[in-house]
């Protein structure tokens, strides 16, 4: 992230600015190294890189797509990186070579990157991976197999956990955690040579098997795994578990504020551990990176587990990982929603270091916030129903206009005709109006918005008793922008299309996923309470002039905020999303 000075209105303070503000007024990271290529050597002879103050780190695993909890980290770490003068490093956890792919990379590089952050800072690119450090992760894991601090064990993961106790019982030795090191430091590197097949014996650290907290409890820091890395191809058949990968990779990368969710909390005391011992073994320096945990992002109606969102795109009840439905960074994407918002939603909710649900509607509401000052306007009819201005003459035409955003005159007018035969919502008619009702029916006056008053005469039906047909006549003196515009007074104002010249649109209007807040919860199957109406494609007419290329916003007047989809739409055959609507509207 590139280095700026805080922002004139700084984002609300929380407890992981303050710890950062007393950090740098304590000075503790002053004399922080960098290590610049990982190994001892490097590391006690490094300088100072760069004069970041702080440096965080966004560190995802290549396993599958970004979501929008994800989006919450990558805000908190690039931001504070930002407002403190720091740098954010974006660092790929690949040391699960079985699930991880070269395509989650590209798309999560894509991702941060769409949503405004960059990690070049102070002339460097700081943009790295796991894999960088296999080599230093090794040399560290025979150090502490000589200091007594790791063996080899050759019990199975069932035989392991069946010996790691419970929360209210100890653990039990392993056979072969007191065998000599020379032993263990032999055996680690006949794993390394491919001289045993996957789950026959780990490397583990030497803590305490009676410890309370169970992360303490000879965590396994190396295990065998034959596969193929999308990075380093076949050189290693040994893979660095990720709680050992990742205290590592903070202090060679100079990281000052490790900052990670909750579930992390109880692996702290482990980092430290580690961390302290490399730096005894003088394999790393002080100052140590230290680790923070805040509590993720937890939105209603949605669901960010990759096992659930895989069964779901694997299943066939969504399109893909950019079905607009899911709280993928692609489907938010696809679906309308802007980097501005996802951010707005980041800052609003800002740092806790309790649980807690987010409504999906402050979502909904960043969107509405960031486009209404900035999506011009445009006229759709999603449910068309034809009405015929029968004192109208057949041959003519005339121009109507209207402002491309009501606060903005700067942004200019929108020309569209009007004529004879026109498009209406079906909602906008009722031949027998219920109580309140002030739109057309039979000898009601409404007026065309951005037209003229009208009057309605009558309407056609079809054999099976449909309307398919509304007939009116206009009041010439009565159209709007004119000196005579406001001699009718009506009730009524509804929006409309000269129907030769509207554009037809396909038109898709999403909602929520699922009925329930939280559907993980309730002891059901989160499919349970899919939204069987959480999709509805029509066949819509748009104003003429409305842009189709892909990602192009409009507000659709009384109807809400909609995009050109990505991947279908075009000018020619415009398709849009619907991102949200005009108000909440789903608590009704």
């Excluded at 050759?154 to 392993?174: I, K, V």
């Excluded at 430091?185 to 410890?211: E, N, T, V, Y």
């Excluded at 299943?315 to 899911?326: A, F, I, K, N, Y």
């Amino acid at each position: 992230m590139t280095a700026s000075n805080k922002p004139a209105a700084a984002p609300a303070t929380n407890f992981l600015r303050n710890i950062v503000e007393a950090d740098l007024a304590a000075d503790r990271y002053a004399d922080k190294h960098w290590a610049g290529q990982p190994g001892p050597a490097s590391v006690q002879q490094a300088g100072p890189l760069d004069p970041a103050r702080i440096r965080t780190r966004f560190p995802p695993e290549p396993n599958g797509y970004l979501h929008i909890g994800h989006a919450k980290s990558i805000s908190l770490n690039f931001g504070l990186a930002r407002d403190y003068g720091g740098v954010c490093h974006l660092r790929l956890d690949d040391t699960n070579p079985e699930k991880e792919e070269q395509r989650y990379v590209d798309a999560i590089v894509d991702a941060v990157r769409w949503l405004g952050y960059d990690w070049t800072a102070f002339g460097t690119e700081h943009y790295y991976h796991a894999s960088d450090y296999f080599d230093f992760m090794y040399q560290a894991a025979e150090a502490l197999i000589a200091s007594g601090d790791a063996y080899v064990d050759e019990q199975n993961p069932e035989e392991m956990r069946a010996m790691r106790g419970t929360l209210t019982e100890p653990g039990t030795d392993s056979p072969w955690r007191s065998r000599p090191a020379e032993e263990s430091l032999a055996r680690l590197r006949d794993m390394r040579d491919g001289k045993h097949p996957d789950g026959s014996m780990a490397l583990r650290a030497r803590i305490d098997m009676a410890s309370p907290n169970m992360n303490l409890r000879d965590p396994v820091l190396y295990r065998i795994r034959h596969a193929e890395h999308h990075r380093t191809g076949g050189k290693w058949c040994i893979y660095p578990m990720y709680t050992y990968a990742h205290p590592i990779e903070d202090a060679l990368e100079g990281i000052t504020h490790s900052i990670c969710t909750l579930e992390f909390e109880d692996q702290r005391p482990f980092y430290d551990w580690l961390l302290g011992r490399l730096r005894d073994l003088g394999l790393l320096a002080d100052p140590l990176p230290h680790q923070h945990e805040f509590a993720r992002l937890n939105l209603t109606y949605i669901i960010t587990s990759k096992r659930k969102l895989l069964q779901l795109v694997n299943d066939g009840h969504v399109s893909g990982w950019d079905d607009p439905r899911l709280p993928t960074i692609l489907g938010l994407r696809r679906r309308g929603y802007t980097p501005e918002a996802i951010q707005l939603l980041c800052e609003r909710t800002g740092a806790s270091k309790s649980d807690s649900w987010i409504d999906y509607a402050l979502l909904e509401q960043a969107l509405r916030d960031d486009l209404d000052p900035k999506a011009p306007r445009s006229v759709a009819v999603l449910r068309p129903l034809k009405l015929v201005i029968t004192n109208y003459p057949e041959d003519q035409t005339e121009e109507c206009s209207a402002p491309r955003h009501p606060h903005h005159p700067e942004m200019g007018r929108r020309l569209f005709p009007f004529g004879r035969e026109l498009w209406i919502e079906q909602e906008d008619f009722a031949e027998t109006p219920p109580k309140g009702f002030f739109r057309l029916f039979p000898g009601n006056m409404v007026r065309l918005k951005y037209g003229y008053v009208i009057k309605c005469t009558g309407c056609t039906k079809d054999a099976t008793g449909n309307v398919v047909e509304v007939q009116a006549e206009y009041l010439p003196d009565t159209k709007s922008g004119t000196p005579g515009a406001d001699s009718v007074k009506v009730k009524g104002n509804i929006t409309w299309l000269h129907a030769p010249t509207a554009a037809a649109a396909e038109v898709r209007l999403y909602d929520r996923l699922f009925t329930e807040a939280n559907p993980s919860s309730g002891g059901k199957d989160f499919l349970e309470y899919l939204n069987p109406n959480s999709i509805e494609v029509v066949q819509a007419y748009l104003e003429p002039g409305t842009d189709g290329t892909p990602g192009t916003s409009y507000q659709f007047e009384r109807f809400g905020y909609f995009v050109a989809d990505r991947e279908d739409s075009s000018t020619l055959k415009p398709v849009f999303n619907r991102t949200t609507t005009l108000r909440d509207s789903w608590g009704k």
